[in-house]
């Protein structure tokens, strides 16, 4: 079993439902190819580096997983039929990768975003105040906040001012 990353770049256009529509798609082709479905991530929109199909910006998405070359075959035949992504790259990260400790280092994971979203239920709670003898000089936010992600503002293509 090996270690892959594959990268999408989808249409900028499509909406929540259909992103995680698309996503929930290819992640369904990994274990259905009786692959190991380590992370996902959503990137956010991003500004190309060079016109795809007359876009300038496009969503980015990592699937990180194992599996035998089948599952790597058959995510990259899916993707090439779907119109709604833009380009695609498939990384191997590790030669040979054991499914149990994989597993395992899932379930790490699992438990560290637990504790990230139990340590920001706890700072919504939980009021921060300022002793009444100090003034307070600086705003303090919730620790573990999510801030969403900055889009690239639009610059001029050529570079000039």
Not at 22 to 42: H, M, S
Not at 47 to 52: D, G, K, S, T
Request: aromatic share 4%; with cysteine; glycine share 6%.
């Amino acid at each position: 079993m090996r270690r892959y990353e594959t990268i999408l770049i989808a249409h900028v256009d499509l909406s929540e439902d259909e992103l995680t529509t698309l996503i929930d798609r290819y992640c369904a082709v990994v274990t259905g190819q009786k692959g190991i479905l380590a992370k996902v991530e959503r990137w956010g929109k991003r500004r190309l580096a060079y016109l795809i199909n007359k876009q300038v910006r496009g969503f980015y998405i990592l699937i990180d997983y194992a599996g035998q070359s089948v599952v790597v075959n058959e995510l990259e035949r899916n993707l090439k039929i779907d119109d709604k992504i833009l380009k695609f790259m498939t990384v191997l990260k590790d030669g040979a990768v054991d499914a149990d400790a994989l597993r395992s280092e899932i379930e790490e994971a699992a438990k560290k975003t637990e504790k990230k979203e139990e340590t920001k239920a706890t700072a919504a709670v939980t009021p921060l105040t300022a002793a009444p003898d100090q003034a307070p000089e600086l705003t303090v936010t919730a620790v573990g906040t999510e801030q969403p992600v900055p889009e690239e503002k639009q610059t001029d293509l050529k570079g000039g001012n």
